[in-house]
């Protein structure tokens, strides 16, 4: 029966320490855990890649939990599926809640009747996975390494890589014995691994960031001491031409000044390079390290200490910059996770009120907000009312009002009202979490092309060093050559023909790509969707922040009853002079482009969700919505002006009405600009073939219709939550 302690995998293994073997019986149905199953792009990469196998029909999907179940069908295996999954960039793994008709055959000796327990560590990843951290684990060579040590303790099917966030998971759960030879193959490779968990700070963290640094100072200090040892050896020869050129190829002798610096250089490039190239000369898996290993060691031994010296250092520097795409993607990451508060306000159910971590806070709990806090967990507004400033999460640029039974977002920012929210969702599953996972483990799925590098990579490695031996021993054998001479000829090949340049820049690129999209507020999801584009023919996106700047700005005055623009504005910026709302903002930066000196109201009142009144030289003075204006008056003067006002809003402008006790000065109207290249880049998108461009917004069909028109945007949907733009 399901009991949800097991999973399949683990009752086999458990099976197979009997002497018998257990398969999953053909007919029966599955269901897997997918990571990297998350919007409806993958379920068609899913069905493409599986239809063909079991049959579109077998196929059911889940995004929001990464499930997927197979029907009965006697097509494909468990390990066929999850080979057809891997092809698409994504990893399977059997669920630990197997479908309650799933059997399990037995077969071999009845003489063990017993398999014992299968003990292992809780997980501290996703369910049915133990994840560690891994410190060094900066490249895909790295990664290479990793997995020939570990491999053979839990199978490579079982490993996955987060470049990133230097994490390595192992799907089920591995006994504690298994736990404890993972983390000594990983020392093997001059990595150093600790068991991770959501939120935990350890010293390994620290250990990793002294070491970046190190690694860093070594670098400089490799390239330094090249520059002073050419210096004195250019010194020696009388010139650079001197030092570079007495015989072709070969450098002049270095006096033994340069030749300390050199080898002082070449110490500091490979400090972190030598245990690794130790490492796959005793695996006899020659790498990358191995490679520029043998070259710098073969050009110490012929005296070329500079091109010993400028090898190793650029080598170092190629690693070191490298590392440093990868901290700025992890910073990048790092950066959304300051988005939520760390603590939570909560009202307990006597009545009391206590800051916790918002880890402890369960659902159904309730959570005081006050006026100007972030959010620190999604919810439902159970009392109160005030306006939240979504852009963190949703991008709308003008805050939305909210009141009882109003949704809000972990990472929002509340306004001038307090609000108490009850929550919805755990820490680990508010929206911004989501997000913030969906960054992380982006990198983890990988692009067609790298996955490709990799096993051009197995090959080519050993076929460099075979040829490079061929170049030293063929010709002086074979034609009578100078050893000195082909054994130069094969260094130079090792150096120029090391898969350096494909092998490390693949990955490099593919982070460095993610890194800088992240950098531009665009999120790519995973490097498998970085080859995507080209084949795109359509695009949806929002409109707030991407065709717009994100805030509001002044875009039309309209005086009334003998007042001027400038008045008009100045009016309203004494008014707006002491608030913090956007609109309030977009008012005084229009009055600061005027030129305007403008003196704040005195008494002035907020009137919420309305507008505020106050006193400018002793008189009354008053500005609002539409809906307030509407109160102010019924008479026909009031009612023209409100005709005015709707033709602003059908433009998609937000209206502000300004007056004072007698009458109305006139209207603002407010709207989110357009950014200057967004016609361009439609324009340029259409150009490179993109034929349809859809525009998502949870704005009026107005304002949405009046920047598609300015824009050239083909289709517009608009009034969407969003959920609907996902949809």
């Not at 911004?432 to 990579?457: D, N, Y």
């Amino acid at each position: 029966a399901a009991n949800g302690l097991l999973s399949v995998d683990r009752i086999v293994q458990a099976v197979a320490a009997t002497g018998m073997r257990a398969s999953l019986r053909a007919g029966e149905s599955l269901r897997f855990r997918v990571r990297g199953l998350d919007c409806q792009n993958e379920v068609r990469l899913l069905r493409n890649a599986l239809g063909p196998l079991v049959g579109e029909d077998k196929l059911s999907f889940d995004p929001k939990t990464g499930r997927l179940d197979v029907a009965p069908q006697s097509l494909a295996s468990a390990e066929a599926i999850k080979e057809a999954v891997a092809s698409t960039g994504m990893v399977a793994e059997l669920h630990s809640e197997t479908v309650e008709n799933t059997k399990i055959s037995a077969i071999g000796s009845p003489r063990a009747s017993c398999a014992g327990e299968v003990a292992g560590p809780a997980s501290v990843g996703n369910p049915g996975e133990v994840v560690f951290k891994i410190h060094g684990m900066d490249c895909g060579d790295e990664v290479a390494a990793l997995k020939r040590e570990v491999s053979p303790l839990v199978g490579e099917d079982k490993l996955s890589f987060d470049l990133i966030n230097g994490r390595m998971s192992v799907a089920g759960t591995p006994a504690a014995t298994v736990v404890a030879s993972i983390e000594k193959a990983v020392a093997r490779t001059g990595m150093h691994a600790e068991l991770w968990g959501e939120g935990v700070k350890t010293e390994g963290a620290l250990a990793e960031d002294r070491r970046r640094r190190t690694q860093s100072m070594l670098t400089a200090t490799s390239g330094i001491l090249t520059a002073l040892g050419f210096a004195i050896h250019a010194t020696a020869a009388g010139s650079v031409l001197a030092a570079l050129s007495e015989t072709p190829g070969v450098f002049a002798p270095a006096p033994l000044a340069a030749i300390i610096a050199y080898a002082l250089a070449i110490v500091c490039a490979v400090r972190y390079v030598a245990p690794k190239a130790l490492l796959a000369a005793r695996r006899l898996r020659p790498d990358m390290n191995l490679l520029m290993g043998v070259a710098v060691a073969g050009a110490v031994a012929i005296h070329q200490w500079f091109e010993g010296a400028t090898v190793s250092f650029f080598f170092a520097l190629a690693l070191a910059l490298e590392a440093w795409s990868l901290d700025r993607a992890r910073r990048a990451v790092s950066a959304l996770m300051e988005l939520a508060p760390a603590i939570a306000r909560v009202r307990f159910r006597d009545g009391n009120e206590g800051e916790i971590p918002v880890g402890e806070v369960a659902v159904g709990m309730r959570v005081i907000v006050r006026p100007g806090d972030k959010l620190p967990l999604d919810g439902r507004v159970a009392l109160g009312t005030s306006e939240v400033n979504q852009a963190p999460i949703t991008g709308e640029s003008v805050p939305v009002a909210v009141s009882e039974g109003s949704s809000v977002y972990a990472g929002t920012i509340n306004g001038e009202g307090a609000i108490e929210i009850e929550t919805t969702k755990g820490a680990h599953d508010t929206t911004l979490a989501r997000i913030i996972r969906m960054v992380g483990s982006a990198q983890s799925r990988r692009a067609p092309t790298e996955q490709w590098v990799e096993r051009f990579a197995r090959v080519y490695t050993p076929a460099v060093m075979a040829l490079a031996i061929a170049v030293l021993i063929i010709p002086p054998i074979a034609f009578g050559g100078a050893w000195e001479d082909w054994f130069y000829r094969a260094l130079v090949l090792l150096v120029i023909a090391c898969p350096c340049a494909l092998v490390i820049s693949t990955p490099v690129s593919i982070v460095a790509a993610l890194a800088g999209a992240a950098k531009q507020g665009v999120l790519v999801k995973g490097g498998v969707h970085l080859e995507t584009p080209s084949k795109l023919k359509a695009i949806a996106m929002d409109k707030t922040g991407t065709l717009t700047q994100g805030r509001p700005k002044v875009v039309d005055l309209v005086p009334m009853n003998g007042h001027t623009e400038e008045e008009l504005l100045g009016h309203a910026a004494a008014l707006e002079a002491r608030s913090e709302h956007p609109l309030a903002k977009a008012i005084l930066e229009a009055a600061a482009e005027r030129g305007l000196s403008v003196e704040p109201a005195a008494g002035v009142r907020a009137l919420r969700g309305k507008g505020l009144v106050g006193r400018i030289e002793a008189n009354e003075a008053w500005l609002g919505s539409r809906s307030y204006l509407e109160e102010r008056g019924k008479d026909q003067a009031v009612a023209l002006v409100l005709e005015k006002a709707d033709l602003l809003a059908k433009a998609g402008r937000t209206v502000v009405a300004v007056g004072d006790a007698k009458t109305v000065w006139g209207l603002i109207a407010v709207a989110d600009a357009i950014r200057p290249a967004a016609a361009g880049i439609i324009a340029e998108l259409h150009a490179v073939g993109i034929e349809h461009i859809v525009m998502l917004t949870g704005d009026i069909s107005a304002t949405a219709q009046a920047i598609a028109r300015q824009t050239g945007i083909d289709e517009v949907r608009s009034e969407l939550l969003p959920e609907h733009k996902v949809q």
